[in-house]
């Protein structure tokens, strides 16, 4: 049988891999997602070369000092690896099992843990947010889903509390003041169209905290790390400290450091994950990040209950290959999650038909565009890989090529590009 993903309460959920399956709790017990079997291979050297260069050349484009990349062609191989340092001088080099923040792909495990509070009855995914929350006047007509989709009109709050979370990155946010700022910049019709909101996801979380009772963070666990077997991911303490014990360090670049070749970053390993918390504070390693990607697309193909029907484009005039919905883009036909917190730059995508994924870290957050374009660059370039023996080859269409991103990434290179 081949059935989504579903996220039960925690005494209902089992997350058994076997023969290609995870198996989790439901109503009957038996909701299967079948993962494709994965070739018991690595990709071709000329390939991985190719993958080494991209990933590369983002770093450099980025500010990064490392980067990690993790790609899974179930017909034809993987590749998993870390690359470059964790420091410009004196630093070690970036192994693959280090941890990090995975930034915006928060945003996907929030939208997880809604739909998966609905399916248990606690909530409903069109309630107003003021149900739930109180003193956001004004957002009556804003609901769950509104805010998942980040189509409730409510502005983004990053610019305006950027230069304070540089300043003191442990001090301890309460998300309703992050929040506010962006319910200051709201406008709009809420459902109308795609406006990208980190304030958005804040004030879900702080939803989903009041209709429950429980902490974000055991609600990520119940609904998101235990049922799709991520034993690496977790949404920290609010106490300011790094991602782990073996963990890759983060850095951004600022306005002195970019325009004098990005010499110098300024390291924010230790910071509050409430700069992030439901939007963008999650810990992980890309082998639970590849592995959450494709189950997340995975699971959007056997959607029955709506969560990725209603996409809307992320710009009005921009590619009609490109929108957002349900908590994730949709480009061409992967699905995915790309963004950057304090320190780190990250993107996931993974295709619903062959399981194609694709993850991708860089340490460096002055600029997310190097680590979600990359992602897309390094997608085309293993959509290709062929067949190992006795694995068919699929046709993916992808509307973009590994040039094109190429291209684009030195073109939007905040720092310079090395031969």
Known sequence: MRGRTTRRGAAAIAAIVAFGAVLTGCSDGTDVVELPEQASAELPADMTEQIDAAVTKAMQASGATGGIVGVWAPWGGEY????????????????????????????????????GLAADGQLEVTDSVTQHVQNVAGSEDITLQ????????????????????????????????????????????PGAKFRDSDAGYLLLGEALRHATGEAPADLLDTYVAEPYGLGSTFLPSPTAATPGTNYLPGYRSNNEDAKNGCTAPTEFSKASSSVGYTDSGVVSTIEDLGRYGQLLALGSAEDDEGRFDHALPVYSDGASWYQYGGGVYQAGPLIGQEGATLGYATSVWADPSSGLTVAVVLNNSRSDSAAAKVGRQIAAIASRAPAADGFEQPEIGLPWSADGYDKQITDDAICPIGE
């Open 80 to 115: 998993v690896t870390g690359l470059g340092s964790t420091a410009i001088e004196g630093g070690e080099d970036v192994t693959a099992d280090m941890t990090f923040r995975i930034g915006d792909v928060t945003r996907a495990m929030t939208c997880d843990v809604l739909y």
């Open 146 to 189: 509104q805010l998942c989709d980040s189509t409730s009109g409510i502005g983004d709050s990053e610019a305006k509390v950027l230069t304070n979370w540089v300043r003191t990155p442990e001090r301890e946010w309460d998300p309703r003041e992050l929040a506010a700022q962006g319910l200051i910049a709201a406008g709009g019709t």
